[in-house]
């Protein structure tokens, strides 16, 4: 009996149960040495073997968890762009991936130019004799080469002197397999020299993959051969398909649980939001689709793509309710409610602090990102905007209210997106609504280019987007800022006052710089007019992802 298992420390092992004892023995395994294991020692670590496998963190970052180092280490500095800084030397270390810009044949002063001009540059690796640069956008993957001839060269403000990278404290690594567990028998493969022979886990594999083959293709014929009519249901039963793994309430039901549609949290584009506790104890939202044309049109949309996904930053759908006139969707309820209440009310003491702010975008572009690139079908949400970021007990986003997207096939990008009514919210729409241009996920890039702008900011940015006004002079206003934006980027001014100006008073200068940047930059481009300048949702996302751990400062 064997098993493959994709084991917690992130490598894929083939176990075999021995007849003997009783016991998993590992007889193949992926990498066979643990440290070329992605993130095994976290951002900012370094592995080694001593003999056993550690970590460690170079000298000015510290393990974010000792007992985890997964969770890699943290930057005790920040690097503000446009200060001074050196680069501290590794010899003989690489942090492997996460090149942003590789050039070969370049002089090692090139590449530190190339490092030092870009903000985004963390570091930059360098192979002597041949000349290969290597810009580092995030450092992951750490660990000693056996050549000196590749070295890392860490940026690191002049403020701190004499940093010295290459001191190292090794701890071991809580996520190994055990050693003696960890044997692998050579009857299983072949080793010449760095080559591994895989035929006997391919065959595996592929055997696998035959016997379920037959299974489905005897099922289909069992099924469908045997009754015809099998194969053809109503509209009615398809849904009662595809929604059977979801609790359907009676409208009965729904209206006990949030007394008689009583506790109103708000209204969304496709109905009224009420709050209700189901039995269990359990907290929910149930949105009332009230117009009947509309309700029907909306239910069917809305179910038909969350009821196919579930990703930590988007509201999860628990039920719903499909009963004579009466559309209801039933999903999690979210605890602080949504995004413009935390954002745009509370003085100084109350304003959501930067750490939540940078959470917040990071988390809307991973629900985005998820939309637009991981699900089965192209998901354009169509609406994001403050009202529709929901914000938990942890003020982690989860962004809620599908009942204006429209699904695109991956392999039909190019067709446009057909639409009976305008779609989003004045002050947040790409301007490729107004044109005959295809509505794509660019749309929703635009629209999160806004929410990334208010976020800075602290306040909308057109205040009549509520209170009525012409979207011309909507966007106007937008291209107003963005344009002046752009200018004060391109300056070099020492300390970016400018920004400090710019960003959220509320916040009294307790912010990152590298993050602040980042964030204007993005939102920069993200809002350009034409959707092919803008960054896909995924760029996006590594973008944040690349700073998430940069420090929190006080500027004067």
């Given at each position: 009996?064997r098993r493959?298992?994709?084991?917690?420390?992130g490598?894929?092992?083939?176990?075999?149960?021995?007849?003997?004892?009783?016991?998993?023995r590992?007889?193949?395994?992926?990498?066979?040495?643990?440290?070329d294991v992605h993130?095994?020692?976290?951002?900012?670590?370094?592995?080694?073997?001593?003999?056993?496998?550690?970590?460690?963190?170079?000298?000015?970052?510290?393990?974010?968890?000792?007992?985890?180092?997964?969770?890699?280490?943290r930057?005790?500095?920040?690097?503000r762009?446009?200060e001074?800084v050196?680069?501290?030397?590794?010899p003989?270390?690489?942090?492997?991936?996460?090149?942003?810009?590789?050039?070969?044949?370049?002089?090692?002063?090139?590449?530190?130019?190339?490092?030092?001009?870009?903000?985004?540059?963390?570091a930059?690796?360098?192979?002597?004799?041949?000349?290969?640069?290597?810009?580092?956008?995030?450092l992951?993957?750490?660990?000693?080469?056996?050549?000196?001839?590749?070295?890392?060269?860490?940026k690191?403000?002049t403020?701190l002197?004499?940093?010295?990278?290459?001191?190292l404290d090794?701890?071991?690594h809580?996520?190994t397999?055990?050693?003696?567990?960890a044997?692998?028998?050579?009857?299983?493969?072949?080793v010449?020299g760095?080559?591994?022979?895989?035929?006997?886990?391919?065959?595996?594999?592929t055997?696998?993959f035959?016997?379920?083959?037959?299974?489905?293709?005897?099922?289909?014929?069992f099924?469908?051969?045997?009754?015809?009519?099998a194969?053809?249901?109503?509209?009615?039963?398809?849904?009662?398909?595809?929604?059977?793994h979801f609790?359907?309430?009676t409208y009965?039901?729904?209206?006990d649980v949030?007394?008689?549609?009583?506790?109103?949290?708000?209204?969304?584009?496709?109905?009224?939001?009420y709050?209700g506790?189901?039995?269990?104890?359990r907290?929910?939202?149930?949105?009332?689709?009230d117009d009947?044309?509309?309700?029907d049109?909306v239910?069917?949309s809305?179910?038909s793509?969350i009821?196919?996904?579930n990703?930590?930053?988007?509201?999860?759908?628990?039920g719903?309710?499909?009963e004579h006139?009466?559309?209801?969707?039933?999903?999690?309820f979210?605890?602080?409610?949504?995004?413009?209440?935390a954002l745009?009310?509370?003085?100084?003491?109350r304003a959501?602090?930067?750490?939540?702010r940078?959470?917040?975008?990071?988390?809307?572009a991973?629900?985005?990102?998820?939309?637009?690139?991981?699900?089965?079908?192209w998901?354009v949400?169509?609406?994001?905007?403050?009202e529709?970021?929901?914000?938990?007990?942890?003020?982690?986003?989860?962004?809620?209210?599908?009942g204006?997207?429209?699904?695109?096939?991956?392999?039909?990008c190019?067709?446009?997106?057909?639409?009976?009514?305008?779609?989003?919210?004045?002050?947040?729409?790409?301007p490729?609504?107004?044109?005959?241009?295809?509505i794509?996920?660019k749309a929703?890039?635009?629209?999160?280019?806004?929410?990334?702008l208010?976020l800075?900011?602290g306040h909308r940015?057109?205040?009549?987007?509520v209170?009525?006004?012409?979207e011309?002079?909507?966007?106007?206003?937008?291209?107003?800022?963005?344009?002046?934006?752009k200018?004060?980027?391109?300056?070099?001014?020492?300390?970016?006052?400018w920004?400090?100006?710019f960003?959220?008073?509320?916040?009294?200068?307790?912010?990152?710089?590298?993050?602040?940047?980042?964030?204007?930059?993005?939102?920069?481009?993200?809002?350009?007019?034409?959707p092919?300048?803008?960054?896909?949702?995924?760029?996006?996302?590594?973008?944040?992802l690349?700073?998430?751990?940069?420090?929190?400062v006080?500027?004067?």
């Amino acid at each position: 009996m064997r098993r493959l298992t994709l084991d917690y420390d992130g490598n894929l092992r083939l176990y075999s149960l021995d007849d003997g004892d009783g016991s998993w023995r590992v007889t193949w395994v992926a990498l066979p040495r643990q440290c070329d294991v992605h993130g095994v020692c976290g951002r900012y670590g370094v592995c080694a073997y001593l003999p056993a496998l550690a970590c460690s963190c170079p000298e000015g970052f510290v393990a974010s968890d000792a007992g985890d180092w997964s969770k890699g280490c943290r930057r005790e500095f920040d690097v503000r762009c446009g200060e001074p800084v050196y680069f501290a030397e590794m010899p003989g270390f690489d942090f492997w991936g996460y090149d942003f810009n590789y050039t070969p044949g370049v002089t090692m002063e090139t590449c530190r130019k190339m490092c030092l001009d870009d903000c985004n540059c963390q570091a930059f690796g360098y192979r002597m004799g041949v000349g290969e640069c290597y810009p580092k956008i995030s450092l992951w993957n750490g660990r000693a080469q056996d050549t000196s001839k590749q070295n890392i060269f860490l940026k690191v403000p002049t403020r701190l002197k004499n940093l010295n990278p290459t001191v190292l404290d090794f701890h071991g690594h809580a996520c190994t397999v055990p050693e003696q567990n960890a044997s692998v028998s050579a009857s299983y493969f072949h080793v010449r020299g760095n080559k591994i022979n895989f035929t006997y886990f391919y065959s595996f594999l592929t055997a696998a993959f035959v016997v379920e083959a037959i299974f489905i293709v005897v099922g289909y014929l069992f099924v469908f051969r045997a009754d015809p009519a099998a194969g053809r249901v109503s509209d009615e039963e398809g849904y009662a398909l595809l929604f059977s793994h979801f609790r359907r309430f009676t409208y009965d039901e729904l209206s006990d649980v949030t007394g008689k549609f009583t506790d109103k949290l708000g209204r969304g584009a496709s109905g009224t939001v009420y709050k209700g506790v189901l039995d269990d104890g359990r907290c929910i939202a149930v949105k009332r689709l009230d117009d009947l044309t509309q309700a029907d049109e909306v239910f069917r949309s809305e179910l038909s793509v969350i009821g196919r996904i579930n990703h930590m930053n988007l509201v999860r759908m628990w039920g719903f309710c499909s009963e004579h006139s009466h559309r209801l969707l039933v999903s999690e309820f979210v605890e602080n409610g949504s995004l413009d209440r935390a954002l745009f009310s509370g003085d100084g003491e109350r304003a959501l602090g930067w750490r939540s702010r940078y959470k917040i975008a990071v988390g809307v572009a991973k629900g985005l990102a998820y939309l637009h690139h991981e699900c089965l079908e192209w998901i354009v949400h169509c609406d994001v905007k403050p009202e529709n970021i929901l914000l938990d007990a942890e003020l982690d986003p989860k962004i809620t209210d599908f009942g204006l997207v429209k699904l695109l096939s991956r392999d039909a990008c190019d067709r446009r997106l057909v639409l009976s009514r305008a779609q989003g919210t004045r002050g947040y729409i790409a301007p490729e609504w107004a044109t005959s241009l295809p509505i794509t996920g660019k749309a929703d890039v635009f629209s999160f280019g806004v929410v990334l702008l208010e976020l800075i900011r602290g306040h909308r940015l057109s205040d009549w987007v509520v209170v009525g006004g012409r979207e011309e002079d909507v966007h106007m206003d937008l291209q107003l800022l963005v344009a002046w934006l752009k200018v004060k980027m391109k300056s070099d001014d020492e300390r970016a006052s400018w920004m400090e100006e710019f960003i959220d008073p509320r916040l009294r200068g307790d912010f990152s710089h590298l993050q602040a940047a980042a964030m204007l930059e993005m939102a920069v481009s993200c809002v350009d007019d034409d959707p092919n300048s803008r960054p896909s949702m995924n760029a996006v996302l590594q973008k944040l992802l690349s700073l998430e751990d940069a420090v929190t400062v006080r500027h004067a």
